[in-house]
C-alpha cells in the first residue's frame, strides 16, 4: 500500500489551514529567544516563571549529572529509582500536602497511568468537555464508561453523577479478590469462584486552569459533588502549580481545599522549568500506581539528574512570591491594553490568555503578521479546540517585562486596523 493516502490527508489538512510545523529554537527557552536564526520575542512558552534557563537549575542539573550520570537504565520497579528521585518524591508530597508522591516521565504518561489504573470496564469517568487531550486519552484507554459533561456545568455533573448507580449487591460464594472486568485466566480451574460484583467506582477528571481557556475549574463545586456521591477526583494542575495559591503551591491551594479523595496531577517541564510530573495522593493510591499504572512500570526512570534539577526548582518555586506577583502585573497590564481591541480576550485570570478570533485562517493570518514584527504568538486550532473557537494563546511569563507586554498591545492595535 502507498503512502499517498497519508499525502492526500495533510493536504486537506492544509487546505483548511490545520497543517501543524514547527520552528527551531538555537537559544535557550525565554521571551527573547532566536527562532529560525532571528531574534524573536516569544508569548507562547509554559515557561510560567521563567525558571527553564535559570543557572541554579543548570547548576544543580550538572551536579545531579555528576553525581548520577546521564540515564536511570532501567524502570523504576527494576533498578532504576534512585537516590534523586526519591529524595523529590518526598519533597514534592511535602509541597502538595498529601501523604505521598509519585513521578512520572511526562504528564501525558501520568493521566494515563492513572486512570488507567484506578479504573476499568465496569467503572465510570466524568469529564469536562474541555479538558486536556491526555486526560481524554486516558478514558479511553482505560475502557470505563465515559461521561462528558459541558465545560463547568456542575447541574450537568451532578445529573451524570447521580444516574450512575454505584453498587451492586455481592454474589454468594464470590471471590472478592479477583477483579471484574478482567481476564480471568482461572475459570477452567478447581474450586473457581467468579469475582464478586464490586463497587462500582466513579472518577471525575478535570483540569484545574484549563490549557487552552485559561479559565479554572469550580474545583470546591466538584470536590462537593464528588462527596456527596462518594466520587474519586483526578485534578491535572498543569498549568496552575508553581503559579497559583499560597507559594505556588497550585489550583488547590488558590481555593483553599484539600480532601484525601483529590488525586493531584502536576506536570513539571511548564512552571518548573524543566520535565516531568508528578502525583501526589494518599499512599494506598500511590501503591496502587506503582503496582498497576503501566505507564509508569513499563517504562524507563527519567534521568536522576533532572530530579536533581527539579529540587532546586522547587526551592525556587516556593521562594517565587516576586516572579509570581509580577505574572500578576503582566496579565493585568495585558488585559487592560487590549479591552477595546476588535478581538476579544477569553475570560481569564490566569498566565494563559486567549485571544479570540474564531476563523481558523484568519487566526493564522494574524500569527504571521505577528511573527513578520518579531513577536511569536501561537495559532491555536481545530481539533485542539471546538470548530470555531481558533485563537491566539498568548501565554505570559513572570521572565517578560512590562516593556514585552507594552509592545504586544501596541501591534496588536496596529495589527487589528
Ligand atoms: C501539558 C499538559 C499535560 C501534559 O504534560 P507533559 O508533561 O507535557 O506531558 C497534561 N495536562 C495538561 C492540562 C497539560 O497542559
Same mark, same amino acid.
Given at each position: 500500500?502507498? *503512502?499517498?493516502?497519508?499525502?492526500?490527508?495533510?493536504?486537506?489538512?492544509?487546505?483548511?489551514?490545520?497543517?501543524?510545523?514547527?520552528?527551531?529554537?538555537?537559544?535557550?527557552?525565554?521571551?527573547?529567544?532566536?527562532?529560525?536564526?532571528?531574534?524573536?520575542?516569544? *508569548?507562547?512558552?509554559?515557561?510560567?516563571?521563567?525558571?527553564?534557563?535559570?543557572?541554579?537549575?543548570?547548576?544543580?542539573?550538572?551536579?545531579?549529572?555528576?553525581?548520577?550520570?546521564?540515564?536511570?537504565?532501567?524502570?523504576?520497579?527494576?533498578?532504576?529509582?534512585?537516590?534523586?528521585?526519591?529524595?523529590?518524591?518526598?519533597?514534592?508530597?511535602? *509541597?502538595?500536602?498529601?501523604?505521598?508522591?509519585?513521578?512520572?516521565?511526562?504528564?501525558?504518561?501520568?493521566?494515563?497511568?492513572?486512570?488507567?489504573?484506578?479504573?476499568?470496564?465496569?467503572?465510570?469517568?466524568?469529564?469536562?468537555?474541555?479538558?486536556?487531550?491526555?486526560?481524554?486519552?486516558?478514558?479511553?484507554? /482505560?475502557?470505563? =464508561?465515559?461521561?462528558?459533561?459541558?465545560?463547568?456545568?456542575?447541574?450537568?455533573? +451532578?445529573?451524570?453523577? #447521580?444516574?450512575?448507580?454505584? =453498587?451492586?449487591?455481592?454474589?454468594?460464594?464470590?471471590?472478592? &479478590?479477583?477483579?471484574?472486568?478482567?481476564?480471568?485466566?482461572?475459570?477452567?480451574?478447581?474450586?473457581?469462584?467468579?469475582?464478586?460484583?464490586?463497587?462500582?467506582?466513579?472518577?471525575?477528571?478535570?483540569?484545574?486552569?484549563?490549557?487552552?481557556?485559561?479559565?479554572? +475549574?469550580?474545583?470546591? #463545586?466538584?470536590?462537593?459533588?464528588?462527596?456527596?456521591?462518594?466520587?474519586?477526583?483526578?485534578?491535572?494542575?498543569?498549568?496552575?502549580?508553581?503559579?497559583?495559591?499560597?507559594?505556588?503551591?497550585?489550583? &488547590?491551594?488558590?481555593?483553599?481545599?484539600?480532601?484525601?479523595?483529590?488525586?493531584?496531577?502536576?506536570?513539571?517541564?511548564?512552571?518548573?522549568?524543566? *520535565?516531568?510530573?508528578?502525583?501526589?495522593?494518599?499512599?494506598?493510591?500511590?501503591?496502587?500506581?506503582?503496582?498497576? +499504572?503501566?505507564?509508569?512500570?513499563?517504562?524507563?526512570?527519567?534521568?536522576?539528574?533532572?530530579? /536533581?534539577?527539579?529540587?532546586?526548582?522547587?526551592?525556587?518555586?516556593?521562594?517565587?512570591?516576586?516572579?509570581?506577583?509580577?505574572?500578576?502585573?503582566?496579565?493585568?497590564?495585558?488585559?487592560?491594553? &487590549?479591552?477595546?481591541?476588535?478581538?476579544?480576550?477569553?475570560? /481569564?485570570?490566569?498566565?494563559?490568555?486567549?485571544?479570540?478570533? =474564531?476563523?481558523?485562517?484568519?487566526?493564522?493570518?494574524? =500569527?504571521?503578521?505577528?511573527?513578520?514584527?518579531?513577536?511569536?504568538?501561537?495559532?491555536?486550532?481545530?481539533?485542539?479546540?471546538?470548530?470555531?473557537?481558533?485563537?491566539?494563546?498568548?501565554?505570559?511569563?513572570?521572565?517578560?517585562?512590562?516593556?514585552?507586554?507594552?509592545?504586544?498591545? #501596541?501591534?496588536?492595535? #496596529?495589527?487589528?486596523?
Amino acid at each position: 500500500m502507498s *503512502f499517498a493516502v497519508l499525502q492526500s490527508g495533510l493536504d486537506q489538512r492544509a487546505e483548511q489551514g490545520l497543517l501543524r510545523s514547527r520552528r527551531t529554537l538555537q537559544s535557550p527557552q525565554s521571551p527573547h529567544i532566536v527562532v529560525d536564526g532571528k531574534p524573536c520575542l516569544s *508569548f507562547c512558552s509554559n515557561d510560567y516563571l521563567g525558571l527553564a534557563n535559570h543557572p541554579q537549575l543548570i547548576a544543580a542539573l550538572q551536579q545531579g549529572a555528576q553525581q548520577y550520570g546521564t540515564g536511570a537504565g532501567a524502570a523504576h520497579l527494576v533498578s532504576g529509582h534512585m537516590q534523586p528521585h526519591e529524595q523529590l518524591e518526598y519533597a514534592l508530597a511535602d *509541597f502538595a500536602g498529601k501523604p505521598a508522591a509519585l513521578l512520572f516521565s511526562t504528564g501525558y504518561m501520568a493521566n494515563l497511568g492513572v486512570v488507567q489504573a484506578l479504573v476499568g470496564k465496569n467503572d465510570t469517568v466524568f469529564a469536562d468537555k474541555l479538558n486536556h487531550a491526555s486526560l481524554n486519552d486516558a478514558m479511553l484507554l /482505560s475502557r470505563a =464508561s465515559i461521561k462528558r459533561y459541558r465545560h463547568n456545568d456542575m447541574a450537568q455533573l +451532578a445529573s451524570l453523577l #447521580e444516574q450512575t448507580e454505584s =453498587s451492586r449487591p455481592d454474589t454468594e460464594g464470590c471471590n472478592p &479478590l479477583a477483579r471484574e472486568g478482567r481476564l480471568d485466566e482461572h475459570s477452567r480451574t478447581e474450586g473457581y469462584r467468579p469475582p464478586c460484583h464490586t463497587r462500582r467506582r466513579k472518577l471525575v477528571i478535570t483540569d484545574a486552569v484549563f490549557s487552552m481557556d485559561g479559565d479554572l +475549574a469550580r474545583l470546591p #463545586e466538584i470536590l462537593a459533588l464528588c462527596e456527596q456521591h462518594d466520587a474519586w477526583l483526578l485534578v491535572d494542575d498543569a498549568h496552575g502549580f508553581g503559579v497559583l495559591g499560597e507559594r505556588g503551591r497550585g489550583s &488547590l491551594a488558590h481555593f483553599g481545599i484539600a480532601s484525601p479523595r483529590i488525586i493531584y496531577m502536576a506536570t513539571l517541564g511548564k512552571a518548573a522549568g524543566v *520535565f516531568g510530573a508528578f502525583v501526589a495522593a494518599e499512599q494506598v493510591v500511590i501503591d496502587t500506581l506503582i503496582n498497576h +499504572a503501566h505507564s509508569y512500570v513499563y517504562t524507563t526512570a527519567a534521568p536522576p539528574a533532572l530530579a /536533581s534539577a527539579l529540587l532546586a526548582s522547587l526551592q525556587l518555586i516556593e521562594q517565587g512570591d516576586d516572579r509570581r506577583t509580577h505574572l500578576q502585573q503582566l496579565i493585568a497590564q495585558l488585559r487592560n491594553g &487590549l479591552h477595546d481591541l476588535r478581538w476579544k480576550l477569553m475570560p /481569564s485570570a490566569t498566565a494563559i490568555q486567549p485571544l479570540l478570533i =474564531s476563523d481558523n485562517r484568519a487566526a493564522l493570518d494574524l =500569527s504571521n503578521k505577528l511573527r513578520e514584527r518579531g513577536i511569536w504568538v501561537a495559532a491555536i486550532r481545530p481539533p485542539t479546540v471546538p470548530q470555531g473557537t481558533a485563537r491566539l494563546r498568548i501565554t505570559l511569563s513572570a521572565a517578560h517585562g512590562l516593556a514585552d507586554v507594552k509592545h504586544l498591545i #501596541e501591534l496588536l492595535h #496596529e495589527l487589528a486596523r
